[in-house]
């Protein structure tokens, strides 16, 4: 079974910093990725997403993320974040040919302005 | 498009009652739906998955006896907490997908807004 690791639970940075997001996943065989945001009172929505090709994603928003397949990573990234940003993010895999996915336990991003 | 809706959003029960949660996919045909529960501060776990007109399939340690789920029809999954308990208080999600759905090409994932059971 797959596993999904997220390495900071919570993290606070001042507008216009980088960001940068951990993510590990356990699994040997071909995987897809996700990255999910969930802004407060609202539905968890699609950040970005890889399945084969190019390693480095991106996705809405200006975010992007890079899957290193040898650490097992995929990385959420922002170059200059904005207080919008503001929410829970969540990594997810799908592997296994199992439909459904597997979520790492989020990470609370609060953004200062 | 491609938006799920769930009701009602949040319930408060008594301990021994049965309460059922309704899963809708609006804007287009789910073939497949997925209900997902979580914890406080914790992640998604993923309870079951249902294909219309099958049986769910459960995840591991989810008793299938308790948590009933009917997908009756490609735009309605249904949840049943059978004699809830207050373990059972949860934040319960559901997601949708179908070829197709969305932009992208694959069987992309659209959650509702998540239920919250209370049970007292």
């Known amino acids: 079974a797959q596993s999904v690791s997220q390495h900071n639970h919570h993290v606070i940075l001042s507008e216009a910093a980088s960001l940068e997001l951990g993510c590990n996943y356990s699994?040997?065989?071909?995987?897809?990725l996700f990255w999910y945001v969930q802004y407060p009172g609202q539905h968890l929505q699609l950040l970005l997403k890889y399945f084969s090709g190019d390693p480095l994603v991106k996705g809405i928003k200006g975010f992007e993320a890079e899957f290193i397949k040898s650490k097992f990573s995929f990385n959420l990234r922002k170059p200059s974040v904005q207080w919008s940003d503001t929410a829970e993010y969540f990594c997810?895999?799908?592997?296994?040919?199992?439909?459904?996915?597997?979520f790492g336990k989020g990470t609370h991003l609060i953004i200062q302005p | 498009g491609a938006v799920v809706s769930q009701h009602p959003s949040w319930v408060i029960c008594k301990s021994g009652t049965s309460v059922k949660i309704e899963c809708r996919s609006l804007?287009?045909?789910?073939?497949?739906m997925f209900w997902y529960r979580q914890f406080p501060k914790q992640s998604l776990m993923l309870m079951a998955t249902s294909n219309e007109g099958s049986k769910a399939t459960y995840e591991q340690g989810v008793e299938k006896d308790k948590f009933l789920i009917n997908h009756a029809s490609l735009t309605l999954s249904t949840l049943t907490v059978t004699s809830a308990h207050p373990e059972d208080s949860s934040f319960y999600i559901c997601s949708a997908s179908a070829p197709g759905a969305g932009t992208l090409s694959y069987n992309e994932q659209f959650f509702g807004p998540g239920t919250r059971l209370t049970v007292l």
């Open positions: 699994y040997g065989g071909t995987v897809n």
């Open positions: 997810a895999v799908k592997g296994g040919g199992a439909d459904g996915l597997t």
């Open positions: 804007d287009f045909q789910a073939t497949t």
